[in-house]
């Protein structure tokens, strides 16, 4: 599947629905015509048609509204000083940024106070749902059951129903024996014999990019380097007894991106949610240093950074930074556009005339000129449309914030 889509309600070619799958699109253009086979125009050229057509729209309206097809980037923000690099070790109750591990275990710790999140992913195994017999801070047992030692070790379980439920239940299991789940961390409220329902989830270790962390502000990245020395034969030498140590800004990578919208959001520490809530606003890196604003943050190289330091931030539990995703080529017949549900009539008539093209190429008798003529009027309606009411919305948001 692609990048998260953008719910759009609105009116379609057909029926109102709000996703955009790929084979369907394709499907109603080789309906406009009885030449528009898949001999004429394959599933995987009309599907890399999709992609340039798609992209080309996105940036189009980006170049109209800034605020076209928002999407939004979170960010945590988790000042503990058992996050610090220099803290963080073996068996330490701290931790850093994730980052793919090249060797093949899936990920890694990335050596930064920026970067992503690491995630956990439900591969395709099935998931177990069992009510426990017996239950420890650390362990659960299903009396009877006839599981094989160790078959779900490094899988996670989570309380699924009742106490302590939730996403924050997840555990990494440490081991298993026939009947009872030992796990890595104890649960912070225990689940109840005969009531409480336990998943036992298979998961993998993933680096998605699609969330951000700070771990101290302001996020600083070192570099270490050496002078080089002779020995007295005249051989150089790194100096690595005297390490010259610089500073970086440190940022958090973004996901494939058009450009960055006007204005995200702050949220700020509470006793629990909903947190309170401010404007984030986006600044030109030459206004780093003096945004005028009290939350802010610019981009650069594809990263975000965040202004100022732990003291304007000291209240902040995360942020949502606005972006255009630019989306990847679709690659499988069932993938999910980018774009919103109501865009479906534009991009058949544009994979339509496409497919004309070929047609008449290959002195196929068709009426280029009516394809044409729908392709602009879907495009430049759906266009109309759409950036009036992002803008629309767009300013009705700063104006409240303001």
Known sequence: ????????????????VNVLETC?????????????????????MAMRFLSDIQRDIIMEGFQRDQGFLTLRFPISIQRD?????????????????????LAGTGVTYLPSPAGPLGEMVADTNPTISFVPTGVSSAAVTLAGATWTVNAYQYSCARIATGPGSGPASLRRILSNTTDTIVLEDAWDDLP???????????????????????????????????????YSDGTPYLDVANPISVELSAGIPLPPHLGLGFQGLVRLSGTAPP???????????????????RYALYEENGKVFF????????????????????????????????????????????????????????????????????????????????V???????????????
């Open 81 to 101: 000083g058992n996050n610090v690099i220099g803290v963080v070790g073996a068996s330490n109750i701290g931790g850093q940024p994730a980052q793919v591990d």
């Open 24 to 44: 369907a699109l394709i499907d109603r253009a080789r309906d406009r015509h009885l030449a528009f086979s898949s001999r004429l125009m394959n599933q995987a």
């Open 388 to 402: 009036s009411q992002v803008g629309t919305a767009r300013i009705s948001q700063i104006e409240e914030s303001n």
């Open 307 to 386: 202004c100022g330091g732990p003291q304007e931030w000291s209240q902040v539990v995360s942020v949502e930074v606005p972006y255009t995703p630019l989306p990847p080529d679709i690659t499988v017949c069932g993938d999910y556009l980018v774009l919103p549900g109501s865009a479906r009539a534009m991009l058949v008539s544009a994979l339509a005339y496409e497919m004309a093209l070929r047609a008449q190429a290959s002195e196929i008798k068709v009426d280029i000129n009516s394809f044409k003529n729908r392709k602009d009027e879907d495009r430049g309606a759906w266009m109309e449309q759409y």
């Open 192 to 230: 109840v014999v005969a009531q409480s329902v336990i998943e036992v989830v298979p998961m993998t270790q993933e680096v998605s990019e699609q969330i951000g962390v700070v771990t101290t502000l302001p996020a600083r990245d070192e570099r270490v380097g050496y002078l080089v020395k002779l």
């Open 275 to 293: 947190y309170d809530e401010e404007p984030l606003f986006i600044v030109r890196p030459a206004d780093r240093h003096s945004p005028g604003k």
């Open 1 to 16: 599947m692609l990048l998260p889509f953008l719910l759009w309600q609105g009116s379609s070619e057909e029926e109102d």
